[in-house]
Structure formats: structure tokens, C-alpha cells
């Protein structure tokens, strides 16, 4: 992923509300609010048809949050999933190819309890 198409995934998920600690690509070593985003791809692959050339890209959002319940944090990652499905990609294509969730509690910075949600989102991006 390069990082025009950062940029451009980083632009839609700050369209996502809620997201008060910020959005990070890649390890943060820093000490956000909450929630927080981290997003990073970790798998990608080429393809082509007849015409036309892709490229295959996951990625995959954490989302951080400092709460007894994680409900809120549920509802940012649909947040996510929704923002990214509607968005209006300019110079690729978008398609969903596969999502999954899990959340689960750890402990964080100063030992602090933290909810963590991980969806992993498919971007087939169209070569130009």
C-alpha cells in the first residue's frame, strides 16, 4: 500500500465519529486518548483479467478503547466497516472482500484495562 492510498484510507476513517485518540498508521509509541485506530496492511497480492490489472490488499484496524464495556467501541469499528464500504475512493475501486471481528480485554499502558476490536477489511485496488 502506498502511502497516497494511506492518505486516502486515513481521510475516510477521520470521517468515522467517535474516534477522539487519534488514527495511526503502523506502531504507535505514543500514549493516545481513547479510542484510538491503528491500521497497518499485512497481506497483498496482484491479479489481473482481460483488461485490467488489481491489486489485492488487506488491512487491518485495531481499535483501542479504555472501557468497562466495549460497546462503544463495537459501534466505532461498524463505523469503520460502513465508512470505508461508502467511500468514494477517487482513483481506485473498492470492494469489500472479507471482514472478521473479535474483541478482546488487556491490559494497556499503566496496566489499565483496554478493549480491543480487530477487523480485517479486503481493498482490491485498480491499477492505473
Avoid: H
Amino acid at each position: 500500500m502506498d502511502s497516497n492510498i494511506r492518505s486516502v484510507v486515513k481521510t475516510a476513517l477521520s470521517g468515522v465519529s467517535g474516534i477522539t485518540g487519534g488514527i495511526f498508521y503502523g506502531r504507535t509509541y505514543e500514549t493516545p486518548g481513547t479510542p484510538y485506530v491503528v491500521f497497518f496492511e499485512f497481506a497483498g497480492s496482484s491479479f489481473r483479467d482481460t483488461e485490467n490489472s488489481y491489486e489485492e490488499i488487506f488491512v487491518q484496524f485495531s481499535c483501542f478503547d479504555k472501557a468497562v464495556n466495549p460497546k462503544a467501541i463495537e459501534t466505532i469499528a461498524n463505523s469503520i466497516y460502513d465508512t470505508l464500504d461508502g467511500a468514494s475512493l477517487t482513483y481506485t475501486s473498492f470492494e469489500d472482500v472479507s471482514t472478521l471481528g473479535f474483541r478482546r480485554p488487556f491490559l494497556g499502558p499503566g496496566d489499565d484495562q483496554y478493549w480491543q476490536i480487530i477487523t480485517e477489511i479486503g481493498l482490491i485496488i485498480e491499477a492505473k
